[in-house]
Each structure stands twice: as C-alpha cells, then as structure tokens.
C-alpha cells in the first residue's frame, strides 16, 4: 500500500485568494481526516469522513472551508477568502477498522 | 472533553542515552487506547507505539516503551539507545470520543526531542 498523499505539499497564496488542497487516502481506508497544525503545536481535529459521509466537523472549521470527499475515496479541502491566520500545515490522515490512523506529510499553507 | 498535556516543550539526550517523555490525560472512558506519535522535522507522522488501557502489560516496540499507569491517566514513552534519527516532535495522542459520531484523535502539544552526539 502507498500512504496518505497529499497535494501541494507547498502552497503560498495572498490573502483573499482561495485554496485547495486534496488528499489521496490509503486505499480501501474508509474513514477519512482532516488537522490543521501550527507551529509548536500539536495537529487540531477539523473534520472527517466515513466513505462520502462528513459527519463531524470542527467549530474551528468556519463557513470559509468546506471539504468534500465526493466517491469515498480522495478528498478536498478548500479554504476561501484566505486570511493570515489560515497559515498552518493541514494534515490529512486515514484508517480502515483499526485503531491505527495514518498521516500524509501535510500541506503547508502561507498566506501572504 | 478529554484533554492531553505533555508537560515538557523541549528534552535533549545524550545519543545512546535513555530519555522519557511525559504525557497525562483525562478521560472517564473505561476503555480506550493511548498512542505516541513521531513527527520528524518536514515528514509525516507516523506511529511509534500504542497502548491498550485494558492491558496490564506495557507495550514495547523494540527501543520504545511505555509506561502505562490507568489510575493516575499516565503515558510516558521511554527511548533506550538514543539514536540521531530519534530527533522529532513526539506527540501523545488519545482518542476522540467514540459514540455520537466522534471519531479521530486528540493530541497534546508536542515534545520537542534534541539528540545530541
């Protein structure tokens, strides 16, 4: 199995513009997880994913993210009118029946 | 809510050295499973050990253990033989409440490790 894979791995952008960021599970994983993690800190829960299924979402998820997972497998995450304060490594991770989830590298975000 | 605190930012140890990272939680979960995870500087995080609350036993993953006390909801994790590639962020993790759809993990903030040669 190849692992979690994410897309960019590196992204600046100004403030206000919007962002994407996608994320390939290990396959046949059908729970799916959205962090974000910030400097010095460890990785805060934003959502997650059973198959298409988002059914929880973060209040640290505002109404300017939204993710998606649209067949159950890759995922989205997009965050519109970028502000300074998204800048933060999002992480994305995944786990079958287990109890073990697995972690992509991350995408880090700047916005400038 | 269960919360995880490690209460030590930055530890440095002698390559060959034993070093333990501290973690405590809390819950009033009778069940559960604890983890350490380790995040090297620019690459994904990965697992180093996990702990079942119903075994008595501590888990041991070669160089790496812990120690395991229920009663007191404490989680160290103990690295024998310090080796350079040991150098990371080790993140205590517990899981997000299961039922009510919760699901995903709640990590403290972070150890910083420093090996020194």
């Known amino acids: 199995d190849t692992g979690v894979s994410q897309d960019p791995r590196h992204k600046i952008t100004k403030r206000g513009q919007n962002v994407t960021f996608r994320c390939d599970p290990i396959s046949e994983h059908n729970r799916l997880y959205w962090y974000r993690q910030t400097l010095g800190q460890g990785p805060e829960f934003l959502t997650y994913?059973?198959?298409?299924?988002?059914?929880?979402k973060s209040r640290l998820l505002s109404d300017r993210f939204s993710a998606e997972r649209p067949k159950g497998s890759f995922s989205t995450l997009e965050i519109q009118r970028t502000e300074q304060g998204d800048s933060a490594m999002y992480l994305c991770?995944?786990?079958?029946?287990?109890?073990?989830?697995?972690f992509g590298e991350g995408s880090w975000l700047t916005v400038v | 809510a269960q919360t995880v605190t490690q209460s030590q930012p930055e530890m440095s140890v002698q390559e060959a050295e034993t070093v333990t990272l501290s973690c405590t939680y809390d819950?009033?979960?009778?069940?559960?499973?604890l983890f350490w995870y380790k995040q090297p500087p620019s690459r994904q995080m990965i697992l180093v050990i996990r702990?079942?609350?119903?075994?008595?036993q501590n888990a041991t993953e070669n160089r790496f253990s812990v120690n395991f006390q229920k009663a007191a909801k404490s989680f160290s994790l103990k690295i024998s033989d310090s080796q350079l590639g040991d150098a990371a962020m080790y993140f205590c993790?517990?899981?997000?409440?299961?039922?009510?759809?919760?699901?995903?993990?709640?990590f403290g903030k972070g150890t910083h490790l420093i090996i020194q040669p």
């Open positions: 994913f059973q198959n298409e299924a988002q059914l929880e």
């Open positions: 991770a995944s786990r079958f029946s287990g109890n073990t989830i697995y």
């Open positions: 993790a517990y899981p997000r409440i299961s039922g009510g759809g919760a699901d995903g993990l709640t």
């Open positions: 702990q079942e609350a119903y075994k008595q």
């Open positions: 819950t009033s979960e009778s069940d559960y499973y």
